[in-house]
């Protein structure tokens, strides 16, 4: 009986990481979002997947959507609601999620322009390659580049937009927002699409 009031104990002392290691063990603040983002965070449809994204980064969306720095009407009210040990507990509970590495020889994203900026970006516009921030194949790297592979086109070309219009915080440095303002319609079609045909990590592996 002690034993298990101390088990007890820790897990409300330390929820993160009793989530991040049990199987199965979802912060009960998960359950709501697996209707919109998949039961594994892979996305569904036009909603993008979590699976991938960095604990900080995905705190710091969560943070934004609440404040309303990053706005979005169906995020907005689900943010708010979570207090912040809830937020940290999903922010741990999808980061810790291991998607399958994707295989790269699957993808077949499409040549031209839009993979010209993602591979090489514009040097003459003091615009950086996406894939030296977003890594090799955009899968992301670490806890604050997040992957773009597989992301819906939409849901890419919205963000690009967003902090255009001063809709979404720049985030770490201000990075995004000083490479959004070099891209134009065209550029934003195209660099959306590329990432939205590659592999996202998990979607090609098998098993
Ligand atoms: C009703 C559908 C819905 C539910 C439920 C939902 N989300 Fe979302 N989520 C969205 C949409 C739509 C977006 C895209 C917002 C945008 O375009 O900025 C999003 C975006 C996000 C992002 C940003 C992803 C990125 O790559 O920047 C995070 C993080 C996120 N949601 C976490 C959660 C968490 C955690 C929950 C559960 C507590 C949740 N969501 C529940 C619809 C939903
Ligand atoms: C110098 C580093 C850097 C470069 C180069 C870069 N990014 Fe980013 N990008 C970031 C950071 C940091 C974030 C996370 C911002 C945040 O925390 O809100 C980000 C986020 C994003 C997101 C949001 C992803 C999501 O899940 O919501 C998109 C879309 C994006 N970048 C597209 C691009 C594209 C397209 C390019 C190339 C034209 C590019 N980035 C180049 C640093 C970079």
């Known amino acids: 009986m002690a034993r298990w009031l101390v088990i007890?104990?820790?897990?409300?002392?330390?929820?993160?990481?009793f989530a991040q290691?049990?199987?199965?063990?979802?912060?009960?603040?998960?359950?709501?979002?697996?209707a919109c983002h998949g039961p594994e965070g892979q996305g569904s449809g036009a909603y993008p997947h979590l699976v991938g994204l960095g604990e900080a980064y995905i705190r710091r969306q969560l943070d934004a959507f609440?404040?309303?720095?990053?706005?979005?009407?169906i995020m907005k009210p689900i943010a708010s609601g979570l207090s912040e040990s809830q937020r940290q507990a999903v922010a741990a509970y999808f980061s810790g999620l291991s998607p399958v590495p994707a295989d790269a020889a699957a993808g077949a994203p499409p040549d031209g322009p839009g993979r010209?900026?993602?591979?090489?970006?514009r040097w003459q516009q003091d615009l950086p390659a996406c894939v030296q921030c977003h890594g090799p194949g955009g899968q992301g790297i670490g806890?604050?580049?997040?992957?773009?592979?597989?992301?819906?086109?939409?849901?890419l070309e919205d963000q690009l937009?967003?902090?255009?219009?001063?809709?979404?915080?720049?985030?770490?440095?201000?990075?995004m927002g000083h490479i959004a303002e070099r891209l134009d319609e065209?550029?934003?079609?195209?660099?959306?699409a590329y990432f939205a045909a590659l592999p996202a990590a998990g979607e090609a592996g098998d098993d």
Not at 8 to 15: D, E, N, S, T
């Open 8 to 17: 007890l104990g820790l897990c409300l002392l330390f929820p993160t990481a």
């Open 116 to 121: 010209t900026l993602a591979l090489h970006g």
């Open 21 to 34: 290691q049990s199987p199965g063990g979802a912060p009960a603040a998960a359950g709501s979002c697996v």
């Open 161 to 175: 937009k967003a902090w255009r219009a001063g809709n979404r915080p720049a985030g770490p440095q201000g990075l």
């Open 186 to 192: 065209d550029d934003l079609k195209a660099v959306a």
């Open 143 to 155: 806890e604050d580049f997040p992957p773009l592979a597989g992301q819906p086109a939409a849901y």
């Open 66 to 73: 609440a404040s309303g720095e990053r706005a979005n009407a």
